[in-house]
Nanobody, 120 residues
Framework: QVQLVESGGGLVQTGGSLRLSCAASGLIFNNLKMGWYRQAPGKQRELVATITNGGSTNYADSVKGRFTISRDNAKNTVTVYLQMNNLKPEDTAVYYC????????????WGQGTQVTVSS
């Protein structure tokens, strides 16, 4: 059974930092690509960052230089982190962790989401 469990969201002031975590289990790691998405009220879900099993990363232009995605492959669980620095009010959204087991086959598994609120 595949599970993605996120944690680490919360309320922070402009310029502050948060670290999101996503523990993924029940997946084969060989070609596993992981991503963070976010959805703000009234807006479409958008890609924030991705990381392949080999550690290659990709970021949305709006977060480059402020956010860092990383991962830790343990025996039966992969944990993906999103370090968010210099947060801005426009970063306020529900953040979702997603898994693409075939690294290009599409994000077929999603976490429940964690709220990030940045106050001005």
């Amino acid at each position: 059974q595949v599970q993605l469990v996120e944690s680490g969201g919360g309320l922070v002031q402009t310029g502050g930092s948060l670290r999101l975590s996503c523990a993924a289990s029940g997946l084969i790691f060989n070609n596993l690509k992981m991503g963070w998405y976010r959805q703000a009220p009234g807006k479409q879900r958008e890609l924030v960052a991705t990381i392949t099993n080999g550690g290659s990363t990709n970021y949305a232009d709006s977060v480059k230089g402020r956010f860092t995605i990383s991962r830790d492959n343990a025996k039966n669980t992969v944990t993906v982190y999103l370090q968010m620095n210099n947060l801005k009010p426009e970063d306020t959204a529900v953040y979702y962790c997603a898994a693409d087991p075939k690294s290009g086959g599409g994000y077929g598994y999603w976490g429940q989401g964690t709220q990030v609120t940045v106050s001005s």
